[in-house]
């Protein structure tokens, strides 16, 4: 079978799987009656629910549209619609259809909205600010999320100001219906306010106290604030290292009066070690296996230590990993990496050593700054411009790093909406068989638009462009250059296959590198989807990205999800095929391919 029927050989496949045979339309479990304002008509529907099953009989509907009923008084309610009538029935018709006819009735209003502080009472000012966040005011209709929000408003903002035992009392709720309103008094308890002392550690674990004193976000003595406490708790969590975390003040009835209260924290250990193996496979780069092995709190800094290998057709290598978290201060990393590698690729032979140590910032919850440096010894293999000689270099690369990532995606591995951009330099130095300094620089960004409500159709895009300022083409060696083609790349083509070759097709590499790529993402069931894509790349030999030389590779893909996320299947096609080039390609691997 030749590469193009068996692409139209795939793409029949795909077709009959998303061919699938179609499940009832769902429809609402009882119908909704009456004369209703549209946004209150659709948070009714929403509460009923809908079915993809029929009634059974007249009994099930009767209880179907019970159910509704009382779904549907529950959010009446909540809307601040308090003199509703609200009946359940069921149609005459052959099959019963359950219903529900709704009359509302008035809306009803907020009027006197009090607060009650519970003895001791705070500071005037500190009552000036509850009624101040309460937000809301005589008039307004009396929905019930607005009562209970403002009351959750107050409490914040008084433990905020140093209140930590703070609590809200019993609340009362008058509705009137002889003037349709809702009067609500809330019953807030400030409590004395409180001064932090320092940490005490609980733990048989060997996180080290003295560390954990250090990423304190506050000085001993000063005021209680939640949002340092709930601060250092989550920074606690995202290390890793632990199975619980609980930061929290120490009782009230342990501190003598008028004294400093202590922040206990509870740590408890996850298992010391984890055993993590992975593969994947592209037909153009061959199989690739992985395996890290994970040490957690070697050295009790909440550290994580790894020993990892690699084995495949184009990189092997075998490495030692340290990442310190909270390094120095809260939110901050120092991650430390170096391994033997060797790579083998068309366009060249490479093997060496390399050290890496960055430090990572957590700017933002969603922004990441990065500044490193890197330190390789390598011997290269790669061909001359004439084909006819092999050229061997021994270098001593030097490297600093400084990048910017910001992540405003809902999932790492299956994102459906959001954007990320990934900003890098890397100015670099060269020594050995050539002396050559460069800077390396890139920009990716990726965005995923949901299509429709419930996001089962998701609209991905990615474009990168890169270049090296400095350079020269045959200065910069062969494994430093840009390439484009294979699965992380340009799907369709071979690895390093997009961009110009010696005469013997041997892949060069360029500095400047174009890539765009365009998916259309399906989901067909919670578990199984489908994916149609288009990729363009480029490799130029100047410093200036070239946007009008691009290769195309379009295909269709199958995604199965693991739970954490998908496992992917590609089938690709290159639309500007050279003669090394395959009439298709298959890429198999975990989560979506950007």
């Known amino acids: 079978m030749t590469g193009s029927r068996l692409f139209l050989a795939g793409l029949t496949g795909l077709a009959l799987l998303a061919a699938h045979p179609a499940q009832a339309a769902p429809q609402l479990r009882a119908q909704v009656r009456g004369d209703l304002p549209a946004d209150l008509r659709t948070r009714i529907e929403t509460a009923v629910g809908a079915t993809e099953r029929p009634s059974r009989n007249r009994f099930d509907a009767r209880q179907r549209a019970n159910v509704a009923a009382e779904e549907a008084s529950a959010v009446l309610r909540s809307e601040g619609y308090y003199a509703f009538r609200v009946q359940p029935g069921v149609s005459e018709a052959v099959i019963a259809e359950p219903f529900v006819e709704v009359t509302p009735g008035p809306r009803f209003r907020i009027s006197d909205v009090r607060i009650e502080w519970i003895d001791p009472a705070p500071d005037a000012a500190i009552q000036a600010l509850g009624t101040e966040r309460l937000q809301i005011a005589p008039g307004q209709p009396a929905r019930a999320i607005d009562v209970v929000s403002a009351e959750a408003r107050v409490l914040s903002a008084v433990q905020k100001e140093g209140y930590a035992d703070a609590f809200i009392g019993p609340r009362e709720v008058i509705v009137d219906h002889a003037d349709q309103t809702l009067r609500p008094t809330f019953r807030i308890s400030a409590g004395l306010p409180v001064r932090l002392d320092s940490l005490r550690v609980e733990t048989e674990g060997r996180t080290r ?203 790492v591995l299956d994102p459906r909406s959001g954007w990320r951009v990934d900003v890098r330099a890397e100015p670099t130095l060269l020594t050995g068989s050539v002396t050559l300094s460069y800077v390396k620089a890139s920009l990716q960004g990726t965005a995923y638009l949901p299509l429709d409500g419930d996001r089962r159709t998701v609209l991905a895009g990615r474009a990168k462009a890169g270049s090296i300022l400095g350079g020269t083409l045959g200065g910069v060696p062969a494994s430093r250059r840009f390439y484009a083609g294979g699965g992380g790349s340009v799907r369709g083509y071979v690895f390093q296959g997009i961009g110009p070759h010696l005469s013997d097709n041997t892949p060069v590499g360029g500095l400047s590198l174009v890539e765009l790529s365009g998916e259309v993402r399906h989901r067909l069931s919670d578990q199984w989807g489908l994916v149609a894509f288009v990729d363009a790349g480029s490799v130029g030999v100047s410093q200036e990205p070239a946007f009008d030389t691009l290769d195309l590779g379009v295909g269709l893909g199958v995604r199965y999800n693991l739970g954490f996320g998908p496992i992917r299947f590609d089938l690709a096609v290159p639309l500007n095929r050279r003669s090394d080039d395959p009439s298709y390609q298959v890429y198999i691997s975990i989560g979506q391919s950007f």
Not at 326 to 335: E, V
């Open 209 to 411: 106290p003295d560390w954990l004193e250090g990423l304190t976000p506050w000085t001993s003595g000063g005021a209680y604030n939640p949002d340092s406490i709930a601060s250092l708790e989550k920074s606690l969590v995202e290390t890793g290292a632990y199975d619980q975390v609980t930061v929290a003040l120490a009782p009230l009835e342990e501190v003598p009066e008028g004294g400093l209260r202590p922040v206990v924290v509870t740590l408890t250990d996850r298992k010391p070690h984890r055993l993590e193996a992975g593969a994947s496979y592209a037909s153009s780069e061959g199989l690739g296996a992985d395996m890290r092995w994970t040490h957690f709190n070697r050295f009790g800094l909440a550290d994580t230590s790894a020993v990892l290998g690699r084995v495949s057709t184009v990189d092997s290598r075998l490495g030692v990993e340290v990442t310190l978290p909270h390094w120095g201060r809260l939110r901050q990393s120092l991650n430390g990496y170096t391994a033997a590698f060797r790579r083998e690729t068309s366009a060249y032979d490479e093997t060496g050593i390399e050290v890496r140590v960055d430090v990572q910032r957590k700017r933002s919850e969603v922004a990441y700054i990065t500044v490193g440096a890197a330190l390789d010894y390598t011997q290269t293999e790669e061909k001359s411009a004439s084909a006819s000689a092999l050229l061997q270099r021994e270098q001593v690369v030097g490297s600093l790093l400084g990048a910017l990532a910001i992540d405003e995606t809902d999932d």
